[in-house]
């Protein structure tokens, strides 16, 4: 049970991660494009 819930607290802050790379990255687009 322990291990389960540490991976899943892993991969969440791996979406996390993810999603933040994201949304700089269109944050940086949409600096250059206007």
Do not use: C, P, Q, R
Not at 1 to 18: D, S
Request: glycine share 8%; net charge positive.
């Amino acid at each position: 049970m322990k291990k389960n819930k540490f991976k899943n607290i892993i991969g969440l802050t791996l979406v996390e991660i993810l999603i933040g790379v994201v949304v700089s990255m269109l944050m940086m687009g949409a600096l250059y494009t206007s």
